[in-house]
Each structure stands twice: as structure tokens, then as C-alpha cells.
């Protein structure tokens, strides 16, 4: 039974739900949109491993890696998912620098282009997936 | 100190075609307003070998504007065919190019192009002591490749789209030779006689006759790869079998494959989502409390 399908809403919806809080406390500037985006996105961030490993499983390990086929909707699908976990990983070291410059509006954009980008990778991965799976 | 972060960009692969593989197989061919479609290439022209087997699965149309499929030469009819429903060829034995349209759209070029290539077939059979030979009437490169096959009964897949099998032709009757070329195989066939009676039956799968309304053409299920005639496409939508890594991987290639589409829709909906961001970034009110120092 695959196991990745029952996994991976959960970061979807979780991170989803934490870039919504994101532009909320941008457009609000209230300190409990933060407070719920770090939620989000701390079960986003845990449970998003858990959605690859399982894909990996699911696929029989690496095969589709090792022996990539690029007309393969299943590649392009882990691309865009790996490409998600790393603009989400590089928003996650982006934001713990301790020499960045907090507070200015750079830093809000770049805060902002960032969750952006990790989310509509993630919006392309599932809709690869979904043309896998129910497309005709 | 400023530092820019790239944002990965995305290209997209252009499908490469594949080969299929040689021998009779069940193309999925889809079915929609005003077009046909090769479910695994995509380019809108029908391409078939003789003996292939044609299942159009139709995907749009309402109750009001029911599709049919029409082949005038090979005299595939397939009567009103609502969305969701099937139809399949006998296997087709008659190489050329021929006019594949939707009756009640024509007009509206709901028409294209079926391109058959191999060698024609053609079958005669006599009375008992009966031969039934079987050969080329035409020629094409490589030549006279009817196969004469025995295949027990059942052996008939249904649920791919690239099933693969023997072209068969068949026929015997008591006492039976059979000829055919096919590597220098020969067999008697079971396929086609009627173990009630003996009495031989034909299938060449060429020019069935004119099926009635939705029914199957006279004679071409003995060799069919699947069952000929009316369906409901549900088997053909259904989705891949998750333990099997090469229905997966298999599914939907081609340069037009459908899942191309989900990077046209990820692409719409990042439109609401960047407006979405300039939105609250227009409404940014200011540095916020010193809260970010969670490092």
C-alpha cells in the first residue's frame, strides 16, 4: 500500500497554511500570525522528510534518481518536490542567520519570495502527482 | 549584508517518442469534443498497425452531444457514444490511410487521420477438408508477416494499452492444415473453431462488417486482444497500480502527455499567490517587535 499519498497533505497543509499566516502578519504586522506560522511551519518542516522518505519507498528507492528518464512525469514530480524542500531549507538557514538584518523591508520581501517559491513548488510537484494518478 | 538567493527555475523536457513494440497491440485512443487522440502519443494523428486493436475512450461530450467513431473503409461503426463510454475495434487487417470522424461532427472537424501500416491480411478458407491459408496481399517491408498463432482461449488482455501479443489469424476446421509464415512457425489454432459443431470460422480482422449500433463486427473476437464492441471507460481511467513501478513510470509519456498541463495550472495559480504576497507586502506596516531573534 503506498504510504507517500497518506503522508503528504500533511506538509502541504501545514505549510500552506503557514504561508497564509506568513502574509497575514506581513499585511497585519500581529504578533499571532507569527506565533501560528511557526507552528505550521515546524509541522510543515517535520513532516515533509517523512512525505519523501515514504515517496522514495513507494517507488522502490532511488531508481527513478539513478536512472532518471526526463519524460517521465515521476521524475519531473521529484524534481519540483526537491526543489521545494530546498528553497524551504534555504528559507529555514536564511532566517536563523544571526547577522541578518531583521525588520527592514528586504528582509520581508526576501521572507515572503522565499515561502512563495517553497509553496508553488510544492502547488507543481502535486500537480505532476495528480496528473499521475488521475490524469486520463 | 546583502545576500540574493536564487530562486530555482524549472525547465521542462520534451518527451521523447518511443518505439512500440512490434505485434498486435490495444491502443487507447481518447475521445473528446472534437478530437481523437492517441492516449500515448498525442500528436492527433492515429497511427495503427494491422492487427492492432483501436479502444476510443470518450472523455467529453454531454448527454445532448453524443460522439460516434466512424471508419468508412474498414467499416467500424460505432453507433452514439455517450462520455464515459468505450468503444473497440476488432484488430484491423487492412494497411492505408483512412478517414476516422465523429458523425454528428464532422462538420465541426471532429475528423482526423488513421494511418495503418503493415501488410494487409487477407483469409480464405474452403470446405473440409479445409486449408486456410493465409497471406500478404500486399507488400510492405518486412514482407508477408502474417502470423499464424495458437493461443489458448482466454489468453486475452483487456486492461493495458500497449498490450502486446502475437497478430494472429486464425481459422480451422477438421481435419485442419493451417499455413501461414511467421518464422517458419506453423500451428493449428484453436481460436476460431467451433468445437460444437467443427465447422470452421474466419477471422481475418480486416473489413469487419458494419457493426451494428454499438455491437461488435461479425466475427472479430477470436483473435482480439479485448473484447470488441461497447464499454465504459472506467477500466481505462482507472489510475496505476501503486506497487508497480513501471505502470507508473510508463504512464502518460509523449510529447503532449497530459500531466505537461500541470505546469500551465501551477503556473496560473502562482499568478494569485504572487498577488496574494504583494498584497500583504504593499500593507507591510513596519519592522515587528523583536521577536526574530530565535535564532
Redesign the interface.
Known sequence: MPVHPILVHFPLAMLAAAWVCLLARNATGKEQWRQRERLFEAIGMWTLPLAVLAGFIDTRGLEPVTSPRFDEPLVWHIVAATAACAAYAARFVWSRQPTLARGTRRWAVTDVMLATAGLWLLVLAGAIAGEMVYGA | ???R?A??L?A?????VFSLPAGASLRQI?VGNFYFQD?TVGDGKIDAQVGDQLRF?V?DGGPGTPHTVEVDELGIHSGSLGSGETFTTPPIGKAGTFILYCKPHDQRGHVTTLVVSGTSITTTTTQPPTTTTTQASTTTKPPATTTTTARPAGAVSSSSPTTTAPRATTTTAPPTSTSGTAGGSTAPTAGGTDPATGTSTTTSGNDPAPGADGTAPTGAGETALAPTGRGRVDD??A??D??N?DA??E????RQ???T???R??LA??VP??L??A???R?????????????
Do not use: H, K
Open positions: 549584508m546583502r545576500r538567493l530562486v530555482p524549472l521542462v523536457a520534451v518527451g521523447a481518447a492516449e475512450n472523455l481505462a481511467l489510475g496505476p501503486g506497487t513501478l507508473l513510470l504512464r502518460m509519456r509523449g502527455g497530459p500531466w498541463r500541470s505546469l495550472l501551477s495559480a502562482l499567490m504572487a496574494a504576497a498584497l500583504a507586502l500593507r507591510w506596516p513596519g519592522p515587528p517587535p523583536a521577536d526574530d531573534a530565535e535564532a
